[in-house]
Every structure is written in structure tokens, then in C-alpha cells.
């Protein structure tokens, strides 16, 4: 084979997550080399809405990294000159919404719970909602507002994270499928690197944060991981007026929606603008394998449900509508950290609709173990070998 190359470490994958493990495995020392099959974030990443989130999470494990991510995202724009503009970073706070009484005291509920692990929630009346965004509907029960909620451009997050660990020494080569994963024949099945088509990549440990791919990627290592595809659409308007949604604004019933194990078709409102003006309006959540067929029935029923919340969005068109599919895995967690099945394999996949939010405590937390120190959380609600074969969706 030609073109061969040694590391101390291959992060297949170029999407937020893979590009916050080179960053960080970098930043550490480690010879790190970064791949995909395609180009910086060509999969997931780029068809994501870069929500920041913790108001979205229920208290436990997924919330603890969410609020470890936030705080090194913060850290990141305020020590990355020109980090902040060039990924389009906006603290701009997320308000949840309640249409009914009975919703409104789920959620309010909810945000009790979340603030015993440190999240910032306030309530806030239906006589306050306006004073917060203006164009909001009328009629609804209240809602909670989560000041901690943020956003970025994620493609612009993920070329930015890729730009610094280059500038570390990360090396970084798209275009590049990996075919396999090489291991000893001894030693136990240890490692040795990874096989692409353009040549061997030798190095003692591979990250598979491969994301809705990554249970390949575990595969070609002998692993089993259940990482499925949920396909989600997002639609984009024409540029509005600045702050005609202030907040990422969204009903309770998306909370649901998120840890809904369902296979069938869930769409609930969310919807936010951006620093470019153009207002984002999602989410749906079906699991359909990777068929990308465009549904126009699916984009219409995210469009009437925006404008319930914001009326004014009635006026204004729609420019286009995408598609992703967000890594599913059974029980709604990440699989982050070392297999205990192969060792120097590592994952940073099955973020699902989070990967931008959680990407930089995931790549910390896989760095910090890369170079044998004990991670900052404890990862066994993470840990890759926790399914059986049987779980697969």
C-alpha cells in the first residue's frame, strides 16, 4: 500500500464531534490524524441546526456532559480570537413553551428537576411571554425560559474546531473511505490503525466518531454498536428584521419527542432565528433508514405549527428545506470512551440530535482518556459495550 502514515491517533469522522476529539486529542500532544469520506462536515453536521442546548435535557448523565460542553464552548470564544464571529456563536437563550395548563405544569416540573444539576430555568407567566418575544402567539399557558441555551453555525463550528487542530499538528485528509480496521493477531486484537483507500494509517488508537455511520465503523472493528439513522427536516425562511425571534423558542410536547423511542413520524415546533436572518424551523424525528426522499407533507406540518407559535411567520417564505439523520441509539445516550472489547478503540458517536451541543465535552472527555488520564465524568452511563446483540431499534 502507499501513502502510509503514523499517528498516535485516527478520529475517523469530520463532523463536530470528530473534529472536537482532533481539536482536543491535538491540543494534547497526540499525533492525531483526522478522516472522512467526504468533506468537514458533510454528513450530520451540516444538515444540523447548532443548538447548544441544556433545556432539552433530562437530569443525568447526557445532562452533566451538556452542561460540561457549555462551559467549554464558552471557554473556547472567550480564548479563540474571532471564534466567537466566525462560527456564529450567539448566547441567546432558549424559552419552552406550554399551550395548556396541564403541559405548562409538566414543564415547570421538569425545570425543578434540571435546576438540582445546575441549570439556570426561570418560569415565566403568559402576562411575560410577549416582553420576551413580541411575535409570539397569544394564548399560551406560560413557558420557561433556559438563559444558558446557545447556538452556532455548525459547519462553520466544525471547519473553525478542524482549522485549530490543524494549526496543532492534526493533519487532516477527506475524500477518504476507511475500509478497515487493523488489528493484531495477538495482544488482544489490539489496534494498529486504520486502512483507507488510499493507504494505511498506522496508530495504536482509532476514534470512531463516525456519528449515524458509526456503527460501521465499530463493525469493521469487530464491535457491536446500534447506532441507527432518524431523519429530521428543517426548513428555512427568507431573511426577517434582527431579533423577529429573539430565543430558540419551542412547545413542551419537543421534549417528548426527543426521548421517544417511536419509530413513526414526531414533529413539534421548534424555531429560531440566526445571526444571518433567516428564521430555522424544525424538528421531526422518523426513523426510516437513510431514505432521502424529500417530504413535502412532513415540511408543511413543521411550517403550520411554526406559525402557531409565531403568526408573523405566515407572511414570509420558505427559500428551502433539508434533511439529516440524527445517530439513534436505543437508549438515547452517546457512546463515548474506550471498548472494553478492543482495546484502543474508541468512540464519540450516538449523539442524535445533540452532537453540536455535546461535541466539546465529548472530544475533552475522549482526549483526557487518550492520553490515560481519568475523565472528567464518569463515563459509564456512556460506555460503547453496553448493548446486547439483540438491541438494534
Known sequence: MSN?????????????????????????????????????????????????????????????????????????????????????????????????YAGLAALEEFAARQRAFGVAAAGVDASELRSLEPHLAGGLAGGVLYPQDCQVMPALAAARLVREARRAGAVLRTGEVVTA???????????????????????????????????????????????????????????????????????????????????ALQTSAVVEGTAAGPVLIGASRERVGFDRTFSLPVVRRLAAQAVGLFPVLGRVGAVRGYLGFRPYLPDHLPAIGPDARVPGLHHACGHEGAGIGLATGTGHLVAQGLIGEVPELDLAAFRPDRFGAEESG
Request: aromatic share 4%; with cysteine.
Open 4 to 100: 502510509q502514515l503514523t499517528c498516535d491517533v485516527v478520529v475517523v469522522g469530520a463532523g463536530m464531534v470528530g473534529a472536537a476529539c482532533a481539536f482536543y486529542a491535538a491540543r494534547a500532544g497526540l499525533r492525531t490524524v483526522l478522516v472522512d469520506r467526504g468533506p468537514v462536515a458533510g454528513g450530520t453536521t451540516g444538515a444540523g441546526e447548532g443548538n447548544l442546548l441544556v433545556s432539552d435535557k433530562e437530569p443525568g448523565p447526557e445532562l452533566e456532559l451538556a452542561l460540561l460542553s457549555l462551559k467549554l464552548w464558552r471557554r473556547l470564544v472567550e480564548e479563540e480570537p474571532g471564534l466567537r464571529a466566525a462560527v456564529e456563536y450567539e448566547a441567546k437563550g432558549g424559552l419552552v413553551v406550554g399551550s395548556g
Open 181 to 263: 480496521v487493523r488489528r493484531a493477531a495477538g495482544d488482544g486484537g489490539r489496534v494498529l490503525g486504520v486502512r483507507t483507500g488510499r493507504g494505511d494509517i498506522h496508530a495504536p488508537a482509532v476514534v470512531n466518531a463516525a456519528g449515524t455511520w458509526g456503527g460501521g465503523i465499530a463493525a469493521l472493528a469487530g464491535a457491536h454498536l446500534p447506532v441507527l439513522p432518524r431523519r429530521g427536516f428543517v426548513l428555512v425562511t427568507e431573511p426577517l428584521p434582527p431579533r423577529t425571534v429573539r430565543h430558540k423558542v419551542y412547545s413542551a410536547d419537543y421534549v417528548a419527542d426527543v426521548a421517544s423511542d417511536s419509530a
